[in-house]
């Protein structure tokens, strides 16, 4: 099963760039970039990676992305990224970045994109792994702030698969962001956003009803608002679950408890994703895996989540093709 699992071409949807950084390449950057570290050695920087839910975990975060200075730096961190993704059969990844979480430290926008770009380019080339950019918006932060970034990113427009919307989600609802994201849908830019992560199902319905989302990141929480569930599934709406995040997030206590198996048994349209895989303690195979183990799915569950991916992901019909 694990050889299966492995083999099994599979397109992760939701993954934050900054936290596929591994402590071995945070130190490797510290030291390249002359930046201190609050931690002696890797193993104290894993040690250090116990949540309590979400905040606890992007004050970690956030913190880890200081060492990101230069578009090598970035390069470097998504290339890592591409290989060890690569090597567990994932064949297509959708980046998000959080260009805020940048910009604040003073790092242009233009080193990010243009160092992720660069490793989404190279990996096409030399790993046949395919790749989209969703450019995240701190939710957290002032929606002006969003717009500002939004009208700034006008030289990658281009570049940017999609546009989300991540962070602290209690207390910012997306109704918070319906003139950023009117203002990307008139420039024809799709929109996805975290929504029934940890806040309520009534956040799933504003992302749809205000922000004309194609995806909702987690969801989990629709389970709670039954007229919701019916019209996710109407809609085949992609859910892009985050099993190993949960967990460690304590969305969910342990991974026997996730929903997985009701939002599936609900016809959900449901993909498997990795989150942040340097601080939730696995990448897609792991994920795939220990749902498989605790909810004993079959290889054409499997399979078929895997498809759920494809069919949905943000790539051109003839790379969709070979990939089917
Ligand atoms: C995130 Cl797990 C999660 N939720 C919301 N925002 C995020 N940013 C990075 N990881
Ligand atoms: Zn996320």
């Given at each position: 099963m694990q050889d299966f699992i492995t083999r099994l071409p599979k397109a992760e949807l939701h993954l934050h760039i900054e936290g596929s950084l591994e402590p071995e390449?945070?130190?490797a950057l510290a030291e390249r970039n002359g930046v201190a570290l609050p931690y002696?050695?890797?193993?104290?920087?894993r040690a250090a990676y116990q949540f309590d839910d979400l905040q606890s975990f992007l004050d970690?975060?956030?913190q880890g992305m200081s060492v990101l200075r230069t578009?090598?730096?970035f390069f470097d961190l998504a290339m890592d990224y591409f290989r060890?993704?690569?090597?567990?059969?994932v064949v297509h990844v959708e980046l998000h970045f959080d260009p805020q979480a940048h910009l604040s430290r003073g790092i242009e926008l233009g080193v990010v994109?243009?160092?992720?770009?660069?490793?989404c380019r190279l990996a096409r080339r030399e790993l046949d792994l395919s790749s989209a950019l969703i450019m995240a918006f701190l939710r957290d932060r002032p929606a002006d702030e969003a717009m500002q970034v939004l009208e700034r990113a006008a030289p990658y427009w281009e570049m940017l698969d999609a546009i989300g919307l991540d962070s602290a989600e209690h207390g910012h609802p997306p109704e918070k962001f319906v003139e950023v994201f009117e203002r990307a849908r008139a420039l024809g830019i799709a929109r996805v956003a975290h929504?029934?992560?940890?806040g309520p199902p009534a956040y799933i319905t504003q992302a749809l009803d205000l922000l004309d989302v194609c995806r909702i990141d987690h969801g989990v929480r629709c389970l709670e608002d039954p007229a919701l569930v019916t019209r996710l599934r109407e809609l085949q709406m992609p859910l892009t679950v985050c099993p190993l995040s949960n967990v460690k997030l304590k969305v969910v206590e342990r991974i026997d408890d996730h929903p997985l198996p009701q939002l599936l048994e609900a016809g959900l349209l449901l993909t498997i994703n990795s989150d942040d895989p340097a601080y939730f303690g696995g990448g897609m195979h792991d994920n795939f895996s220990a749902c498989q183990r605790a909810f004993g799915?079959?290889?054409a569950t499997l399979v078929g989540l895997a498809r759920n991916a494809i069919d949905v992901a943000f790539m051109d019909d003839a790379r969709r093709a070979e990939l089917l």
């Open positions: 390449l945070m130190f002696a050695s890797v193993e104290e920087v970690l975060y956030y578009a090598e730096d060890r993704a690569s090597a567990e059969g994109i243009e160092g992720l770009a660069r490793a929504a029934g992560e940890e799915w079959s290889e």
